[in-house]
């Protein structure tokens, strides 16, 4: 098992920046690819960024060029730093952890941290 939990959200304004965490435990956090992904209110959930064990990563479209995904081997933490943030973002964030996940194929996930940006 592995317990994930994300911190960060909050209330900003269009153009501001965010970093949102997500620590995890349980495993070994060094060998699980581990993913971000939103839920805005009334739409399905979607895939937003993804590193893997060996720091490769992926982006969706919408967070190409704006958002940056990393992580933090020895403290357990992936972070996605959020730049220029805009109404379109406000979402339920989550982090979700697995040792074959990419843009799909988490087995764990976290509760996920609230973001809103106002216009």
């Known amino acids: 098992q592995v317990q994930l939990v994300e911190s960060g959200g909050g209330l900003v304004q269009a153009g501001d920046s965010l970093r949102l965490a997500c620590v995890a435990s349980?495993?070994?956090?060094?060998?699980?690819?581990m993913g971000w992904f939103r839920q805005a209110p009334g739409k399905e959930r979607e895939f937003v960024a993804a590193?893997?064990?060996?720091?490769?990563?992926t982006y969706a479209g919408s967070a190409k060029g704006r958002f940056s995904i990393s992580r933090d081997n020895a403290k357990n933490t992936v972070y996605l730093q959020m730049n220029n943030l805009k109404p379109e973002d406000t979402a339920i964030y989550f982090c979700?952890?697995?040792?074959?996940?990419?843009?799909?194929?988490?087995?764990?996930w976290g509760q996920g941290t609230q973001v809103t940006v106002s216009s």
């Open positions: 590193i893997n064990w060996r720091r490769d990563t």
């Open positions: 979700a952890a697995g040792p074959s996940g990419w843009k799909t194929g988490y087995d764990f």
């Open positions: 349980g495993r070994a956090f060094s060998s699980m690819n």
